[in-house]
Nanobody, 124 residues
Framework: QVQLVESGGGLVQAGGSLRLSCAAS????????LGWFRQAPGKEREFVAA????????KYTDSVKGRFTISRDTAKNLVYLQMNSRKPEDTAGYYC?????????????????WGQGTQVTVSS
């Protein structure tokens, strides 16, 4: 059984930076593809960024390209989402997820394990 715990959320001014972390326990993350998703109030959960099981393969939703970076530290079993140049529309609960499937996956049904989320609020 894999457990995921996100941290690093909070209130940040527009234009600022924030790094989210996701700590995995129960299995090593090197065996999984990893993703970050977000969900704003009244909206569906949407894809933000993903990294495949093989290092170096990443995908981002268009609205965060050039601003967000997903990475992982397999030695520490951590997944990161570095968020720069934040915008008010980035305000949402952010969730990390793991998948045993191959490929860089962007849909919620493709992921097997989910964290509880961390709230990020960007003020204008």
């Amino acid at each position: 059984q894999v457990q995921l715990v996100e941290s690093g959320g909070g209130l940040v001014q527009a234009g600022g930076s924030l790094r989210l972390s996701c700590a995995a326990s129960g299995r090593t993350i090197s065996m999984f593809g990893l993703g970050w998703f977000r969900q704003a109030p009244g909206k569906e959960r949407e894809f933000v960024a993903a990294i495949g099981r093989s290092a170096g393969s990443t995908k981002y939703t268009d609205s965060v390209k050039g601003r967000f970076t997903i990475s992982r530290d397999t030695a520490k079993n951590l997944v990161y989402l570095q968020m720069n140049s934040r915008k008010p529309e980035d305000t949402a609960g952010y969730y990390c997820a793991l998948t045993a499937r191959y490929g860089v996956l962007t849909t919620t049904p493709a992921y097997d394990y989910w964290g509880q989320g961390t709230q990020v609020t960007v003020s204008s």
